[in-house]
Every structure is written in C-alpha cells, then in structure tokens.
C-alpha cells in the first residue's frame, strides 16, 4: 500500500497549495482572457490535461488534483456511490462554457499572447481578501457536493475540467498509443469485491476485470483497485495493448 500513500501524500500537498495554484484551474478567467485574445493559465493547465490524458488517462484527478484531495477528506463521512445520472450534469455544463471560451477568441480576432500568471499576483491566486471570498466558495461547493451527492460527486456533476480528459483517454483507448493502463486477469479474480470498495470513482471494478476489458472514461487510475487485490489480479502498467488484447 505504499502507492497509496504516496498517492494521498502528494494529493495533500496539493490541497494544501489550493490558495496558491486556484487561478490556474479557474473557469471564468479562461473566458475573461479569451475576449481579451489571451490565453490564461487555466487555459493552459486545461490544454495540458487533455494531451497528458492521450498518454497517462486522468492520473491527473486521481494523483494530482486538489479537489480530488479534498473529495478524499469528504469520503471519510459520506461514502456512498453518487446516482449514475449525475455524471452528465458536468457536460451540460462544460458544452456553453466551452463555447463561450471560443466565442471569446473568435471576438477578441484570434489568440495575441499567452500568460500562463495572468491575474494572479506574482503567481499566487490568493492574495487579497477578495480572493478568499473566491476561494472559500470553490472549496465549500466541493465539500457540498461530496457531503450531499455522495463519493467524488463534484468528479461527476460539476468539474470543468473532467471532459478535457475524458476525451483524451477515450481518444488513446480508440487510437490504441502506448499509455497508462489497467490490466487484468480475469483467471485470478476470486470475485471478494475489495476492487470495486476501494474505487473512489464508484466503479464497478469487477464487472470490468470478468469482461477482461478495463478501460473506462470515468477511472482515474489511483491503483486502488490494484493495491487491494489479495490475488494481484489488476495491475497499473505503461503498455500498447488494453487487457482484452491479452487474453
């Protein structure tokens, strides 16, 4: 279980940075700079999501993410399973937020410069007591939502940034790159139901390994599910092949 600590240390760290890094994962400054024909930090952290998604899946929710952090801390009260509807929430949400992003550009001509710190202060995103105000309401929307909806919920109903990796994980599952990967084999599974417990995504994990086919666009690859088999069934591996292919 060391992964696993790791893992939790590192996504404490993040939390604990949350103040410093929030502008870099805003929703509003991506739009408030496309009209301006900038391209903020977000919008970049957001581009980088999706072309580390083609190679490493969403390793970033399940590693890096400080909500994800936070969501952790929230499972230790609520731990339910959100209702599977839930998850197209974020979509609806992500299509007209995505577009006004490009209507922006496209009124502001085109994209000028790029500012990977704009409005922050050298850096920092918390630095004035308005920024608090911002700050405190993104962490107690997270809080709600996975106290309310139950485990990850704001993975599933709200996060913008969500669809950016799913969409590169789908296109590295279709386009077969060598990437980060789920295997399994199904031959080994004595069916204890520990994988699909420790998945904070709220996976059916075991259903997946009986199919032989591990790829889903909601895992975030945390390695739980492999770190609990007692019959090290699953494993976490950079390969070419999906687990269908190796059965």
Request: glycine share 8%; charged share 15%; proline share 5%.
């Amino acid at each position: 279980m060391r992964r696993q600590k790791t893992r939790k240390i590192i996504q404490l760290v993040s939390l604990l940075l949350f103040p410093v890094t929030l502008n870099y994962f805003s929703p509003y400054l991506v739009i408030q700079g496309s009209f301006e024909g900038v391209l903020s930090g977000s919008g970049v952290l957001f581009l980088s999501q999706f072309l580390t998604a083609l190679f490493f899946g969403r390793a970033f929710c399940g590693w890096l993410c400080p909500a994800g952090g936070l969501q952790h801390v929230c499972s230790g009260i609520v731990n339910k399973p959100p209702a599977k509807w839930q998850r197209w929430i974020k979509y609806i949400i992500w299509v007209p937020w995505l577009g006004a992003i490009l209507a922006g550009f496209i009124t502001a001509g085109g994209l000028k410069r790029m500012d990977v710190l704009y409005y922050t202060e050298s850096g920092i995103s918390v630095s004035a007591p308005g920024s608090y105000i911002v700050y405190f309401f993104v962490v107690g929307l997270i809080v709600l939502l996975s106290l309310t909806l139950g485990r990850r919920a704001f993975c599933h109903t709200a996060c913008w940034m969500a669809p950016f990796m799913i969409i590169g994980t789908t296109m590295k599952e279709k386009l077969r790159l060598p990437a980060l990967r789920l295997q399994a084999d199904p031959d080994k599974c004595i069916r204890c139901g520990a994988c699909d417990r420790q998945c904070p995504m709220s996976l059916s994990v075991s259903a997946m390994v009986s199919t032989g086919t591990m790829f889903h666009s909601d895992c975030v690859l945390c390695a739980g599910c492999a770190d609990c088999c007692p019959k090290g069934v699953i494993r976490l591996r950079l390969a070419v092949k999906s687990a269908h292919d190796l059965n």
